[in-house]
């Protein structure tokens, strides 16, 4: 593992407005797409930011990605419990909540993948890369429990948590066994789950499997613990060696439930989150502090230097702290993405915070 790996994410529109490159259904599931474009993407970053240290892949060749490993794109277990996702030229999937109706709730089950169509339709994508290249590679942003719950059941499902526990249980309990049966079968294909959820685990330990908890800010802590933490449980048993993805402000408020998760080695630590805090709940445990994406397009490179030192200090432990930037827009100045690395080369070779 390098000593602070950095990595940064472009948001669909940075590619399609600067480079013309599209997002739509064919993208993700067509192969010959896959490739082209996913090979285009490896071309640009070398292209643009080999100089800053960063992707650096000399002549970059065809490869048979199977998803999204340079974009946050959480779309596909939405897909197999049937919610409609509109895909487009400039932007994310965008997932369309079913709104399922507290019948259709209380007979909610576990995908059956051999009966998926948009599982087979995916399989079919793979197996076609395997015939083509004899192997596969990369992985598919695998969402998370509450977020999957939100889109299957919509806001209903904060209220099903206080009034209807043993429902909510129910739609929780059928999305943790899809995704850790969609989660096994692609690391049995690539060999990696979670690249395409933050490529920080690509740097740290490509095996990590990355649970994406982005709304559980939407609830307490207590209720975190109450409702979904069996559910991480179960899948950090299941995935080892395992990480949670926490992107909201507010990380500090989890971190102890978190720590009883078992297996888990890394957190993506969200912007704003108390860096100090989170580092003294969880001493041993990697922490990828993310960078503001609108903070690093419109700050001076003077304040973004500033605020690095301040995040990298206030995590202590060096060796167990990585940085990233992910969803970057398309106005994003090269100058403040260069500011960012060069901070964190200064560290590397010794500066003291």
């Not at 797409?33 to 240290?53: C, K, N, P, S, W």
């Not at 909540?97 to 007979?107: G, L, V, Y």
């Not at 294909?189 to 982005?214: D, F, M, Q, W, Y």
Request: proline content about 5%; glycine content about 6%; overall charge negative.
């Amino acid at each position: 593992m390098a000593q602070l790996p950095v990595t940064f994410v472009f948001h669909p529109e940075w590619w399609h407005r600067n480079y013309g490159l599209s997002f739509e259904r064919d993208f993700f599931y067509d192969a010959a797409t896959r490739v082209e474009v996913d090979l285009r993407m490896r071309q640009i970053l070398q292209e643009r930011f080999a100089q800053y240290g960063l992707e650096q892949e000399e002549n970059p060749k065809p490869r048979p990605c199977i998803g999204a490993v340079h974009l946050a794109a959480g779309y596909i277990i939405s897909e197999l419990f049937g919610c409609k996702v509109e895909f487009s030229e400039g932007a994310s999937p965008q997932v369309i909540p079913k709104n399922i109706s507290d019948q259709e709730a209380d007979a909610l089950k576990p995908v059956n993948l051999a009966e998926s169509a948009v599982f087979q339709e995916l399989k079919e994508m793979i197996e076609e890369l395997k015939q083509r290249f004899g192997y596969v590679v990369g992985d598919i942003n695998w969402q998370g429990v509450l977020n999957v719950a939100l889109d299957l059941r919509g806001q209903q499902i904060l209220i099903d948590m206080i009034l209807e526990p043993e429902r909510a249980q129910r739609i929780f309990g059928a999305i943790t066994e899809t995704i850790r049966e969609f989660v096994t079968y692609i690391r049995q294909e690539t060999g990696t789950t979670s690249i395409s959820v933050n490529r920080s685990v690509k740097l740290v330990e490509p095996a990590i499997n990355l649970h994406s908890n982005c709304s559980v800010t939407m609830i307490s802590a207590d209720t975190y613990r109450e409702m979904l933490l069996t559910h991480d449980r179960q899948l950090a048993q299941s995935l080892k060696p395992y990480g949670i993805h926490h992107c909201g402000n507010n990380m500090h408020l989890y971190a102890a439930t978190y720590s009883e998760v078992p297996h888990v080695c890394f957190f993506d630590v969200g912007w704003g989150s108390d860096i100090a805090l989170c580092r003294k709940v969880l001493p041993q445990a990697f922490l990828n502090l993310r960078y503001d994406p609108v903070k690093i397009r419109d700050a001076s490179p003077e304040e973004i230097r500033s605020d690095l030192l301040r995040m990298l200090a206030a995590s202590g432990s060096l060796e167990k702290t990585g940085v990233c930037c992910i969803n970057m827009g398309h106005d994003v100045p090269d100058e403040n993405i260069s500011a960012l690395l060069e901070t964190v080369s200064e560290v590397r070779g010794g500066l003291t915070l």
